[in-house]
């Protein structure tokens, strides 16, 4: 996604109260793998990333994005469709271990004939073919861009003609496609820091995120449509923010509408970190009245019996490697803040700071403590919930007890089961 010209514009021009700028100063965090996904094989993951900065010299020239950045959703327990000759996915096979087993979605203003492309395998999303703590060489570098050719994650992707007037004399069209597609659609870590919300999700779940990814690549691929990226109408966060939005998670997120509607509402990728984190962990459950008024929360729980806010989702910051011999690695990425209700800034330095939005154990321990609380509170007469225009009170406040008591005891199963010791 890149803001480099649009988001100066508009601070100046629409009297926001912040565009702010920022450097990587978080400590840099990261999952136990093995054991998140023996307790969730299944789970979606936003990552807002930094602007990049190619080094001259190095291959092809990269005109860098800006601060705005770009955004990448990891699905685990996804596979891509390898003999499909298109970008397609489907839910892995079942009966083996999901650890390390997603495909990674990138959206980019290079493609004509889709929306999205797949790179498999979540190291190879994140790392390329470059081992922790090797650093970044012209070596790897090349060898990560052929590895990407042989898996074919651009198999049947076609780019607007114009992307190509940069191209090197003598080199291939095919070459300069996985190059410039480096450090945005694959090997994210080469040129890019990230910050990343992860969210637990059920197979079924999965599943219609699935469908609904492939739908929204249909019209591209059959020649329908050609796809136009817009920082404002159609930009990487909205694929991202749409695709959660398909089981719940939160409101959809128009496309293509009016450009100064557009500008005055559009989704930045930091913010949109921010604001996952905060559906997820912070959606107030002990407070079903709060709750009930929640819109997408109350359907989300008389449709499927879920709320957002859930054990497990967590929060991974990582900076882009270093040594590197490709990419500046003094990266920014900004927040798009709001004059009225932007402490996006505050928010960000809290996820942090607290251990149950990055530890696993004490997330899960969080958790139950406030099911604890919940459930220790005398029950909520229906008749006591106000506004009753949509939806079955009585419905509602069964539903909440019930799903509270079944996450408490779910979650003191896995706080049990947790090896002793181990980091989360």
Known sequence: MRLRAVVPMLCASLGLAACSAAH????????????????????????????????????????????GGHSVLYLNGVCRVTDAGYPRIAL????????????????NSHFQNANWIA???????????????????????????????????????????????????GMSDHDYMYEVSVATDYA???????????????????GAIVDYLNQLNEPYRTGRKEFEWDVLRNNCSHMVHNALASVGLWDKWPTDRFVLIAAFDFPVP????????????????????ALYEDRMARLSLLRDGRVATMPGALAEAERAIHPNDIYDTDLRLIFYDEPVFGHYQEWFDRIFAERRYTDLRANLAYFSALYATVLATPEIAASSL?????????????RYRN??????DEVDRWLSELPAGEPG
């Open 24 to 67: 990587f100063t978080v400590p840099e965090s990261s999952a136990n793998e093995r054991l998140y996904t023996s307790l969730f094989p299944y789970y979606s993951e936003f990552c807002g990333l930094s602007e990049i900065k190619k080094k001259p010299g190095h291959g092809v020239e990269i005109i860098g994005g800006g601060p």
């Open 92 to 107: 892995c096979s079942e009966g083996a271990s999901m650890e390390g087993r997603g495909v990674g979605l990138s959206v």
């Open 119 to 169: 790179t498999e395998g979540r190291d190879f999303l994140y790392h390329g073919d470059v081992a922790p703590g090797e650093g970044l060489t012209e070596i790897g570098y090349q060898r990560t861009q052929t590895k990407a050719q042989r898996m074919g994650i651009l198999d049947g992707v076609v780019f607007h003609p114009e992307v190509f007037d940069g191209k090197p004399a």
């Open 188 to 206: 994210i870590a080469f040129g890019r820091d990230r910050y990343c919300a992860r969210v637990p999700m059920e197979r079924t779940e999965m």
């Open 270 to 289: 930091k913010n949109e970190f921010v604001n996952l984190m905060r559906r997820t962990n912070d959606l107030p459950l002990a407070d079903p009245r």
């Open 386 to 398: 106000q506004h009753a225009d949509d939806g079955d009170l009585a419905t509602f406040s069964l």
């Open 403 to 408: 799903y509270v008591t079944r996450q408490k």
